[in-house]
């Protein structure tokens, strides 16, 4: 868009946003709500723009930015954004103006809620729109960081063990991940995502990461990492087992934070998969496709025995949270099953007659 760092723009904006709403005075909660609203508003228009602005015909990532931040560590601050990428930002542009609606008549330090609100935006647009990997963890964890003082400070009357369990399978995920790339950073000195991909592609990624190991670990190095990687981000879907942080976070969490949760926070999960493992670790992944379709089966059994066999006698509003626990489990693992075996199925050629 003429030069102009559109995407920089639309991160900046929830940011700045945030800061403005947080320092209006507990008095003013109309102010609070407006201002943010307004901000959601804008960052709508900002990514309809980058929307109207797309080429669909070209497989490049356009809009990029690219600066030098830290070129010892290999570090740049890089982002773009393509199809999946903007599917992405446009969803999170049109879901949290909804989630404020939602959450308008909260009268508990209002300011502080619309606040957290704009800061979990704009870590979901950096995390979506970030390529490399120092850059994207620093807004991963922004997106996470503000999702648990929304369960802990409006939740119900277990938000405390609710927030808790939240932060430790998120956290533990997190450091795993974070682990994860430290190695594939000390084996390769990259941490971009394009250039990964490409050393994945030509074999010189596996070779690398089998000489880390050395002595050792040396064949099992590749997949200990993958492993590794795989956590962060089956937390965040989340795949079985790593699914019983979120019933409870579900119901216990306020209505508009559950659908935050729901609707955009689980697809960090599944934006992993297909932004980074898929492209990083092919042979992996290939390796692990027979083994998440029973995950999948058990996590939308275990759902509907939930929901069907549950006796407890909450209000309805946290049964409809449940619900849409329930119904909202089975579909991230169809996402990332769906897109495996279409690309396996890519790679076999096409038989006739």
């Not at 559109?6 to 209006?24: F, S």
């Amino acid at each position: 868009m003429n030069g102009l760092p559109i995407i920089t723009i639309l991160t900046l904006v929830p940011l700045v946003g945030a800061a403005i709403v947080a320092g209006v005075g507990q008095e003013n909660k109309r102010l609070a709500r407006s201002l943010a609203f307004g901000v959601s508003l804008l960052s709508l228009g900002i990514a309809l723009a980058l929307w109207k602005s797309f080429d669909a015909t070209s497989g490049v990532m356009q809009f990029e930015e690219r600066h030098a931040w830290i070129p010892a560590l290999g570090v740049d601050y890089r982002v773009a954004v393509d199809g999946l990428g903007l599917l992405m930002v446009l969803l999170t542009a049109i879901v949290v103006p909804m989630a404020l609606m939602a959450a308008w008549n909260t009268s508990d330090r209002p300011q502080i809620y619309f606040s957290l609100v704009l800061f979990l935006q704009a870590g979901l647009f950096g995390t979506f729109t970030a390529l490399n990997f120092f850059h994207w963890f620093i807004f991963w964890e922004l997106g996470l960081i503000p999702a648990f003082f929304l369960i802990r400070l409006w939740g119900g009357p277990q938000r405390a063990a609710a927030a808790t369990q939240f932060f430790i399978y998120t956290m533990v995920g997190s450091v795993t991940l974070l682990l994860a790339f430290l190695a594939i950073f000390l084996a390769t000195g990259k941490m971009d995502f394009t250039e990964l991909a490409d050393m994945a592609r030509d074999g010189s990624l596996t070779t690398a990461l089998c000489l880390f190991g050395q002595v050792f670990f040396a064949q099992a190095m590749p997949r200990i990492i993958f492993l590794g990687a795989l956590l962060g981000f089956a937390v965040k879907v989340p795949l079985m087992p790593f699914h019983t942080w979120l019933p409870t976070a579900y119901s216990e969490a306020p209505s508009a934070t559950t659908m935050l949760l729901t609707g955009l926070m689980s697809k960090m999960g599944v934006y992993g998969f297909l932004r980074i493992l898929l492209p990083i670790f092919p042979e992996q992944m290939q390796w692990l496709r027979t083994r998440l379709l029973p995950a999948r089966r058990v996590r939308g059994d275990d759902g509907q025995r939930q929901c069907c066999c549950s006796r407890d006698s909450k209000s309805r509003r946290a049964q409809r949270r449940t619900l849409a626990d329930v119904q909202s489990r089975p579909h991230s693992g169809d996402v990332v099953l769906v897109r495996q075996s279409h690309r396996e199925t890519q790679r076999r050629p096409a038989r006739l007659g």
